[in-house]
């Protein structure tokens, strides 16, 4: 049981370069979410996806684009990047109920030259 | 808004002191969740406890306990006897009410060193 996968742990961009950050759940989660982390700011809330065919922006959404391909599955993307879109990029799923904890997958080391 | 303050940016203790984490959270709903998250060296984060607004009870689990009083609008946590293992950035996270249950407002997070 992996639980919440991304896919790549690590990318260098150069600036203007897009990318897909993917995400995969198999713990059956209802809601699915982007954070990126940034020193000394914690995590901060880029999309989620409430339930499966919806998106909404988190606080910080501009720059990104998200797919809620499936239940399992929400991607994220970089249409041009950006160097302040050098972060940690964490992918979290939820229960269907709100405000529970989220489980989160291994992070991505996402840097932009 | 809703804001979540972790002032303690960095604690460094030795191994088997006791430490507390402080968290003070801002809201105006009377329905709210707060959480606190652990993420060691290796980066990922994880959950660790989660108490709704009417539930002022003190939880012990093992060496942690959590202290949350809604007079000061706090949710500090303790680690008794520390270990190395404790050694993590600890996050403390606030949702329900006017952000809705879907949107998670983090603090910045407290380093936390134990040596040796």
């Known amino acids: 049981n992996a639980g919440v996968t991304q896919t790549p742990k690590f990318q260098v961009l150069k600036t203007g370069q897009s990318m897909t950050l993917q995400c995969a759940q198999d713990?059956?989660?209802?809601?699915m979410y982007w954070y990126r982390q940034d020193p000394g700011m914690g995590l901060r809330l880029i999309y989620y996806s409430a339930s499966e065919g919806t998106t909404d922006k988190g606080e910080v959404p501009n720059g990104y684009n998200v797919s809620r391909l499936n239940k399992r599955e929400f991607s994220l993307r970089l249409e041009s990047a950006a160097p302040s879109q050098t972060s940690v990029y964490f992918c979290?799923?939820?229960?269907?109920?709100?405000?529970?904890?989220?489980?989160f997958g291994q992070g991505t080391r996402l840097t932009v030259v | 808004a809703q804001k979540v303050t972790q002032a303690q940016t960095e604690i460094s203790v030795v191994e088997k002191e006791d430490v507390t984490l402080d968290c003070v959270y801002e809201?105006?709903?009377?329905?709210?969740?707060l959480f606190w998250y652990k993420q060691p060296p290796s980066g990922e984060l994880v959950f660790l406890i989660r108490?709704?607004?009417?539930?002022?009870q003190n939880e012990i689990s093992g060496r942690y306990s959590w202290n949350f009083q809604k007079s000061t609008s706090s949710f500090n946590f303790t680690i008794t006897a520390s270990q190395v293992v404790d050694s993590a950035v600890y996050f403390c996270?606030?949702?329900?009410?006017?952000?809705?249950?879907?949107?998670?407002?983090f603090g910045a997070g407290t380093r936390l060193f134990v040596k040796a």
């Open positions: 108490r709704n607004s009417f539930d002022e």
């Open positions: 996270a606030l949702s329900g009410g006017s952000t809705g249950g879907f949107k998670t407002i």
């Open positions: 979290a799923g939820r229960p269907g109920q709100q405000n529970t904890e989220a489980f």
């Open positions: 809201t105006r709903d009377t329905t709210y969740y």
């Open positions: 713990m059956n989660h209802n809601s």
